[in-house]
T-cell receptor, first 110, second 112 residues
Framework: KNEVEQSPQNLTAQEEEFITINCSYS?????LHWLQQHPGGGIVSLFM???GKKKHGRLIATINIQEKHSSLHITASHPRDSAVYIC????????????FGPGTRLSVLP | DSGVTQTPKHLITATGQRVTLRCSPR?????VYWYQQSLDQGLQFLIQ???????AKGNILERFSAQQFPDLHSELNLSSLELGDSALYFC???????????FGPGTRLTVL
């Protein structure tokens, strides 16, 4: 079993839909990261969470430490949100030893 | 543009060869991370340096080595290359850790 799991693997949505991507992890973490990888390959860090909830524009990330679960929500989705979303668990406070989820491929149709 | 630069963008080489990938972090960032992304393995953490010292090690093969220089740029050396080493290699940097990371554009390595 992978230390970091994501669901769904693939997601197709219509523009303006509310989207949720889930991440569950089985390791102790110091932080949980959400990354976005565009079709061209570039990676952007969206959030780093150690507790609670963060919001940036139409993106919201939440984490439940007790349940070892995090969600990424996209409100009013847009075709430019089409990308692979990856969650990564940072396993240590001394140095950041990352374990990545397999990614969720999101396609938002106009 | 994240402010992290990687060279070269593309590299094509043969099995058994050795290559060096270079990363310049954002101005002011002390921490550098290396990642490998292959089609079958996804993203994997290789190694982290902080202000010249190794801080964390992931799934880095013994044929691979890295270092961070006094000017904070970093190099990843890959030797005795195998077909399976073909991948995208990303570098990222952060001010410290745990902190948000800023990713470079990657180096695409093809081993023939």
């Amino acid at each position: 079993k992978n230390e970091v799991e994501q669901s769904p693997q693939n997601l197709t949505a219509q523009e303006e839909e509310f989207i949720t991507i889930n991440c569950s992890y089985s390791v102790g973490i110091s932080a949980l990261h959400w990354l976005q990888q565009h079709p061209g390959g570039g990676i952007v860090s969206l959030f780093m969470l150690s507790s609670g909830k963060k919001k940036h524009g139409r993106l919201i990330a939440t984490i439940n430490i007790q349940e070892k679960h995090s969600s990424l929500h996209i409100t009013a989705s847009h075709p430019r949100d089409s990308a692979v979303y990856i969650c990564a668990a940072s396993k240590s406070d001394y140095g950041q030893n990352f374990v990545f989820g397999p990614g969720t491929r999101l396609s938002v149709l106009p | 543009d994240s402010g992290v630069t990687q060279t070269p963008k593309h590299l094509i080489t043969a099995t058994g060869q050795r290559v060096t990938l270079r990363c310049s972090p954002r101005s002011g960032d002390l921490s550098v991370y290396w990642y490998q992304q292959s089609l079958d393995q996804g993203l994997q953490f290789l190694i982290q340096y902080y202000n010249g010292e190794e801080r964390a090690k992931g799934n880095i093969l013994e044929r691979f080595s890295a270092q961070q220089f006094p000017d904070l740029h970093s190099e990843l050396n890959l030797s005795s290359l195998e077909l399976g080493d073909s991948a995208l290699y990303f570098c990222a940097s952060s001010v410290g850790y745990p902190n948000e990371q800023f990713f470079g554009p990657g180096t695409r390595l093809t081993v023939l």
